[in-house]
């Protein structure tokens, strides 16, 4: 993957079980707000995870190259957006309810949970000034990607959670072998992605360079991805992915 700059920014899973007639496009409407959430069905399957020795660019942490079983999960088509994330980690949800005096409801009441375990109020602007609506939410850790995943899954009833890596790697690869979704070539990737040759230093709006075979949106580049599992500086544990 490749990346404007290194910052966490969130990407969500819907896994739960589902026949493959249920395994469609779905739209998640966040209750009482115009912030919506797209998700992608993707088909279970196996592929080879990691980069092959041969690989140029690779790096050592990406390797044993090894067969992984997935299950179908639904992906989210872009990067979580501040429209969606500000919701939980502003509060706009809980000051809705008090300038309108809408009633708490029974889910309200369970997502108010994780409004409450938020991380301590940021500093400043963590967007730094580089735009926010339709912009994907960064600058967060792992626990308040985690938190957020939790709280959405109160707030709407379905249960979301970050993607493991086997996970976000098969779905990036989209069906595909070559070192990026679109082939091989490099010089390419200015068409799917913004990196460090075309972002002037800064992140740009989701959705904005083409998606891979699978519909998904900025797999490579825009900003770096928070996954579920714990990161080994050595590569895959021999255990699996």
């Excluded at 490749?2 to 496009?25: C, F, Q, R, Y």
């Excluded at 490099?186 to 002037?200: E, H, I, M, R």
């Amino acid at each position: 993957n490749v990346w404007a700059e290194d910052i966490g920014k969130l990407e969500v899973v819907n896994s739960e079980a589902a026949t493959p007639a249920e395994m469609k496009v779905y739209k998640e409407v966040i209750e009482h707000t115009e912030a919506t959430i797209e998700m992608v069905p993707i088909q279970g399957g196996k592929f080879m995870m990691g980069s092959p020795d041969t690989e140029p660019g690779r790096k050592a942490d990406e390797s044993p190259v090894h067969q992984v079983e997935l299950s179908p999960f639904w992906m989210a088509k872009t990067e979580i957006t501040w429209d969606a994330y500000d919701v939980w980690m502003s509060d706009l949800d809980l000051y809705r309810r008090e300038v309108l005096r809408q009633p708490t409801t029974p889910r309200d009441k369970l997502a108010d949970v994780f409004q409450i375990s938020q991380p301590t109020k940021p500093y400043t602007d963590m967007s730094f000034g580089m735009g926010k609506r339709d912009f994907p939410a960064i600058c967060m850790t792992q626990h308040a990607a985690r938190t957020f995943c939790k709280w959405l899954s109160a707030k709407t009833g379905r249960y979301y959670r970050l993607p493991t890596e086997a996970e976000w790697e098969y779905a990036c690869r989209a069906g595909t072998t070559t070192a990026y979704s679109f082939g091989d070539d490099p010089d390419k990737l200015g068409d799917y992605a913004w990196t460090s040759d075309n972002a002037g230093e800064g992140y740009h709006k989701v959705a904005r360079k083409k998606p891979n075979p699978w519909g998904l949106y900025d797999m490579h580049g825009n900003v770096a991805e928070w996954v579920l599992d714990q990161y080994y500086e050595t590569g895959y544990p021999s255990s699996g992915a």
